[in-house]
């Protein structure tokens, strides 16, 4: 087990609508090593990106709140740091790249500017060497043109450049950990399979960590060396990524393997596979007994724990309470 | 990118035909006439008030006079007051400046407070100062200015007596009673203090609107992502409110601005009459007593450019602030 970049425990988040509390985050552990790839993989609307933006306390008042045991980085205890110093750490320290990038870049300035800012917030130095560090960044997540790109507005870029601008952006302080959700789902296969490259080269060269949150198992299993399994926002399984492919604990990570299978064949998706966009209702018991094929009586009952088996776990009531 | 704009030039030429159009009908059909301030003055025969009306040309039907009218103007030719007999153009050029004054000065007041007092209101969202100021731009949303120029003339002119309740200057102002050194600002404060009370009143409303569009707007523009963005960058609070959520908040508030302009005219015409500002709302009311059709067409023309003008600086700025706009069009 390498150093210990990111240890958060018992991460919880709620968000506050006009009438109702949302959990989406259901007390989550993760670690994350320096130089580490880690997958969270989960469902569209299984609390995913609510721990992206968790971890860099992005959520604002307005919006919710965060609660957890501890949330180590470096450490140092984020829960404890105020937002001057959580400013200094995001951006520098900690980055990320969001998906939608139409939506994430502001129409106002140029993408040149935009990266040009995320430099000269943490290393003041001249705004044109920060414009060609900026160009510099282009070319590394392999825009062609990256002199004109620059000078562009978001809306005269393709949703692939923009997509690559947000990661350019993020890089721009070379990050210890990048917080990555669904950073390529916009890109075709081949730039898809370039920025994979590029993180993976990263990691190695600068030892940057990288949290790479998506849906798409194949992308997690070509890069990432432990899997975090996520649904309706706790975590079901926790292995290494080989484990996971090879022999998955949980029957929601046996699904998704098995979707995985289904798609290379062209075939229908299992028709139990159907998208959890509403998690807010939570009925009691394990989140997953409701479509699940093995589902038991406890199940409908009562949350399984997360139990440890050295060094995976999983959250189902198959395995019992404890050492399987 | 030329042509939009050409056919923006060419719609307004159209509007303001438009306009003159329905101007001159308007006034056609008010009761009254020219000479109607003639009908009981014994002096006058019913042979003289003839004279009179061929003499102003009256006794054409109206399409013809609209016409010969038009044809003068396209020429630059405004025509002649029928109250002083002095050419239309030179009594509002004579009375233009001092409106220019009153409107630019209230334009930068309303836009210099109603932006910071939007963000200030938007930053604090429900707290009791934003309560506080949606209540009163409810107050100067619903005021009319008649009501509220005569409110400022009680407190401050009459009962305060801080500041004057009328006119552009004090008739028996001498600047060279105040020593050299400090004429310059004598100069400035007696022009100053007469501005404040109707520039005041013509403020009012607007602040009050652009205030609370900027606030909502405001709010809207801290909800998109793309602050998210700013703020995983690192940026802090100040820079993402002022640098990435004002530049795209304000843009919607320059339409507005442009839009509310004929408002912001209309509302000239009954301030300067309040406080006997001699500009040209206060001519216009004048004619329109007077029945002075000339000048009611004259500064009706002069006043559709000048918004006209306003819409289009406004479009211009858009642009400036939407990258997206120009490839919009």
Same mark, same amino acid.
């Given at each position: 087990?390498?150093?210990?970049?990111?240890?958060?425990?018992?991460?919880?988040?709620?968000?506050?609508?006009?009438?109702?509390?949302?959990?989406?985050?259901?007390?989550?552990?993760?670690?994350?090593?320096?130089?580490?790839?880690?997958?969270?993989?989960?469902?569209?609307?299984?609390?995913?990106?609510?721990?992206?933006?968790?971890?860099?306390?992005?959520?604002?008042?307005?919006?919710?709140?965060? @609660?957890?045991?501890?949330?180590?980085?470096?450490?140092?205890?984020?829960?404890?740091?105020?937002?001057?110093?959580?400013?200094?750490?995001?951006?520098?320290?900690? /980055?990320?790249?969001?998906?939608?990038?139409?939506?994430? %870049?502001?129409? /106002?300035?140029?993408?040149?500017?935009?990266?040009?800012?995320?430099?000269?917030?943490? @290393?003041?130095?001249?705004?044109?060497? /920060?414009?060609?560090?900026?160009?510099?960044?282009?070319?590394?997540?392999?825009?062609?043109?990256?002199?004109?790109?620059?000078?562009?507005?978001?809306?005269?870029?393709?949703?692939?450049?923009?997509?690559?601008?947000?990661?350019?952006? /993020?890089?721009?302080? @070379?990050?210890?950990?990048?917080?990555?959700?669904?950073?390529?789902?916009?890109?075709?296969?081949?730039?898809?399979?370039?920025?994979?490259?590029?993180?993976?080269?990263?990691?190695?060269?600068?030892?940057?960590?990288?949290?790479?949150?998506?849906?798409?198992?194949?992308?997690?299993?070509?890069?990432?060396?432990?899997?975090?399994?996520?649904?309706?926002?706790?975590?079901?399984?926790?292995?290494?990524?080989?484990?996971?492919?090879?022999?998955?604990?949980?029957?929601?990570?046996?699904?998704?393997? %098995?979707? %995985?299978?289904?798609?290379?064949?062209?075939?229908?998706?299992?028709?139990?596979?159907?998208?959890?966009?509403?998690? @807010?209702?939570?009925?009691?018991?394990?989140?997953?007994?409701?479509?699940?094929?093995?589902?038991?009586?406890?199940?409908?009952?009562?949350?399984?724990?997360?139990?440890?088996?050295?060094?995976?776990?999983?959250?189902?009531?198959?395995?019992?309470?404890?050492?399987? | 990118?030329?042509?939009?704009?050409?056919?923006?030039?060419?719609?307004?030429?159209?509007?303001?035909?438009?306009?003159?159009?329905?101007?001159?009908?308007?006034?056609?059909?008010?009761?009254?006439?020219?000479? =109607? *301030?003639?009908?009981?003055?014994?002096?006058?025969?019913?042979?003289?008030?003839?004279? $009179?009306?061929?003499?102003?040309?009256?006794?054409?039907?109206?399409?013809?006079?609209?016409?010969?009218?038009?044809?003068?103007?396209?020429?630059?030719?405004?025509?002649?007051?029928?109250?002083?007999?002095?050419?239309?153009?030179?009594?509002?050029?004579?009375?233009?400046?001092?409106?220019?004054?009153?409107?630019?000065?209230?334009?930068?007041? =309303?836009?210099?407070?109603? +932006?910071?007092?939007?963000?200030?209101?938007?930053? *604090? *969202?429900? =707290?009791?100062?934003?309560?506080?100021? #949606?209540?009163?731009?409810?107050?100067? $949303?619903?005021?009319?200015?008649?009501?509220?120029?005569?409110?400022?003339?009680?407190?401050?002119?009459?009962?305060?007596?801080?500041?004057?309740?009328?006119?552009?200057?004090?008739?028996?102002?001498?600047?060279?009673?105040?020593?050299?050194?400090?004429?310059?600002?004598?100069?400035?404060?007696?022009?100053?203090?007469?501005?404040?009370?109707?520039?005041?009143?013509?403020?009012?409303?607007?602040?009050?609107?652009?205030?609370?569009?900027?606030? =909502?707007?405001?709010?809207?523009? $801290?909800?998109?992502?793309?602050?998210?963005?700013?703020?995983?960058?690192?940026?802090?609070?100040?820079?993402?409110?002022?640098?990435?959520?004002?530049?795209?908040?304000?843009?919607?508030?320059?339409?507005?601005?442009?839009?509310?302009?004929?408002?912001?005219?209309?509302?000239?015409?009954?301030?300067?009459? +309040?406080? #006997?500002?001699?500009?040209?709302?206060?001519?216009?009311?004048?004619?329109?007593?007077?029945?002075?059709?000339?000048? $009611?067409?004259?500064?009706?023309?002069?006043?559709?450019?000048?918004?006209?003008?306003?819409?289009?600086?406004?479009?211009?700025?858009?642009?400036?602030?939407?990258? *997206?706009?120009?490839?919009?069009?």
């Amino acid at each position: 087990m390498p150093e210990i970049l990111l240890n958060v425990k018992n991460l919880r988040t709620v968000f506050l609508t006009s009438n109702s509390r949302i959990t989406a985050v259901d007390g989550i552990d993760i670690t994350i090593g320096k130089g580490e790839i880690v997958g969270l993989l989960g469902e569209s609307g299984c609390g995913k990106t609510a721990v992206a933006l968790s971890l860099m306390k992005l959520i604002t008042p307005d919006e919710g709140a965060i @609660s957890a045991d501890s949330m180590q980085f470096k450490g140092r205890e984020l829960l404890l740091c105020s937002e001057e110093e959580m400013c200094r750490i995001r951006g520098k320290e900690m /980055a990320i790249i969001f998906q939608e990038p139409m939506a994430y %870049l502001n129409p /106002a300035f140029t993408v040149g500017e935009q990266i040009a800012e995320a430099i000269l917030v943490h @290393s003041p130095m001249k705004k044109k060497e /920060a414009w060609e560090k900026a160009v510099d960044l282009l070319k590394l997540v392999q825009i062609p043109g990256a002199v004109n790109c620059a000078a562009a507005f978001p809306h005269q870029l393709s949703g692939g450049m923009q997509q690559r601008v947000l990661i350019a952006m /993020a890089l721009a302080c @070379s990050p210890e950990l990048l917080i990555a959700d669904e950073p390529t789902t916009a890109l075709d296969v081949t730039v898809q399979a370039r920025i994979m490259e590029l993180f993976r080269r990263l990691q190695q060269e600068r030892g940057m960590s990288v949290l790479l949150i998506t849906h798409d198992l194949a992308l997690v299993a070509g890069i990432a060396s432990q899997v975090y399994v996520m649904f309706a926002g706790m975590i079901m399984e926790k292995a290494n990524t080989r484990e996971i492919l090879s022999e998955p604990l949980h029957p929601y990570t046996r699904e998704l393997l %098995l979707s %995985l299978c289904y798609l290379e064949k062209q075939e229908q998706r299992p028709e139990n596979l159907k998208s959890v966009k509403n998690i @807010s209702g939570i009925q009691p018991g394990c989140r997953f007994h409701r479509r699940c094929s093995g589902a038991m009586t406890i199940c409908s009952k009562t949350v399984p724990p997360l139990v440890d088996f050295g060094r995976r776990s999983v959250r189902c009531w198959l395995y019992g309470k404890g050492v399987g | 990118m030329k042509k939009k704009w050409l056919i923006r030039l060419v719609f307004s030429v159209l509007t303001l035909l438009i306009v003159s159009i329905l101007s001159f009908m308007i006034i056609e059909f008010a009761p009254g006439s020219p000479i =109607s *301030r003639y009908a009981d003055n014994p002096k006058i025969t019913s042979a003289d008030r003839e004279r $009179i009306i061929r003499h102003l040309g009256l006794d054409k039907p109206t399409s013809v006079r609209y016409f010969i009218w038009l044809k003068n103007v396209l020429r630059g030719d405004f025509g002649l007051s029928y109250m002083t007999g002095r050419p239309v153009l030179t009594e509002i050029l004579a009375r233009l400046p001092a409106t220019l004054k009153l409107m630019l000065f209230s334009f930068f007041i =309303s836009v210099a407070f109603a +932006i910071p007092i939007g963000i200030y209101a938007a930053m *604090r *969202r429900n =707290s009791l100062p934003d309560v506080l100021i #949606s209540f009163i731009s409810y107050l100067g $949303i619903s005021l009319p200015s008649f009501w509220l120029g005569l409110l400022l003339i009680y407190i401050f002119a009459v009962k305060l007596q801080l500041l004057p309740a009328g006119g552009q200057l004090t008739p028996w102002f001498d600047s060279s009673a105040f020593p050299l050194p400090v004429r310059p600002a004598a100069v400035f404060w007696e022009h100053l203090r007469h501005l404040l009370l109707p520039a005041a009143t013509l403020s009012f409303g607007n602040i009050a609107r652009w205030c609370q569009y900027l606030r =909502s707007s405001l709010l809207e523009t $801290i909800n998109e992502n793309y602050i998210r963005t700013a703020r995983a960058k690192g940026l802090n609070s100040r820079t993402v409110v002022y640098k990435h959520a004002l530049r795209n908040a304000i843009t919607p508030l320059i339409t507005v601005i442009g839009l509310n302009m004929p408002a912001f005219f209309a509302g000239a015409v009954i301030t300067e009459q +309040i406080f #006997s500002w001699p500009g040209m709302g206060q001519l216009f009311i004048t004619a329109v007593f007077a029945r002075d059709y000339q000048v $009611i067409m004259g500064i009706t023309i002069i006043t559709a450019a000048m918004v006209l003008l306003g819409n289009f600086l406004s479009d211009i700025l858009y642009a400036v602030f939407d990258p *997206r706009v120009e490839y919009r069009g």
